[in-house]
């Protein structure tokens, strides 16, 4: 396929049925994102423990933040990607994609570095009684060591869909979501993973 057929959804398409290509799979593809929680909350669930099912929710602002940072930095930088595909500015192109990403990678792990040097206090911030301070900073830690990749996995899902392609962003999303559903028991089956296995699956 030649570049401006790759290009066509955002070169010579109609601007109606553009915006509907572009956008159902982006809806498909944020909705899917909710059964992140949705299969963490299960299987947790399953544990019997109001406080390590209590944690979940309470590290939720944490990793909001964390989906927040990564959509800065896409929608920033798929923004200016799609201007300069339009222009066919193919170094500038590859140039501004790279940095994007970089910057995202580079801003997740000062979040890393930062989330667990102060950990004790954003738990606290968060609310954690003696029940759920234990849960939650195990959680806290582990998914604070993930951030990078985390955030930078945001962003490639904007840059992605900036490339016309929101599609192949909605699949991958899709491939995420199946291997969570499927690692996700395997990795709690012994109890003392439970808390290293979830982060690491997101």
């Not at 490639?156 to 499927?182: F, H, P, T, W, Y």
Request: with cysteine; proline share 3%; charged share 10%.
């Amino acid at each position: 396929m030649n570049q401006k057929n790759e290009n066509y959804w955002l070169l010579d398409a109609p601007v109606t049925k553009a915006i509907w290509h572009m956008a159902i799979p982006m809806m498909l593809g944020m909705s899917i994102n909710i059964i992140y929680n949705i299969t963490d909350t299960f299987f947790i669930g399953r544990l019997n423990d109001t406080a390590a099912l209590a944690a979940i929710s309470l590290l939720l602002p944490f990793t909001t933040i964390l989906m927040a940072i990564g959509n800065l930095f896409g929608t920033g930088g798929s923004t200016l990607f799609s201007r300069l595909l339009g222009s066919e500015n193919t170094d500038r192109t590859k140039q501004c994609s790279a940095t994007t990403l970089w910057l995202s990678f580079l801003f997740g792990l000062l979040t890393a570095i930062i989330s667990i040097i102060f950990s004790n206090y954003i738990i606290r911030l968060l609310g954690a009684d003696s029940n759920t301070f234990a849960y939650v900073k195990q959680y806290l830690i582990f998914y604070g060591m993930g951030a990078p990749f985390i955030i930078a996995n945001f962003t490639l899902e904007q840059l992605i869909r900036g490339d016309g392609k929101s599609v192949e962003s909605m699949i991958g999303m899709m491939i995420s979501i199946g291997a969570n559903i499927i690692l996700d028991p395997i990795l709690m089956l012994d109890y003392s993973l439970v808390f290293v296995g979830q982060p690491l699956l997101q």
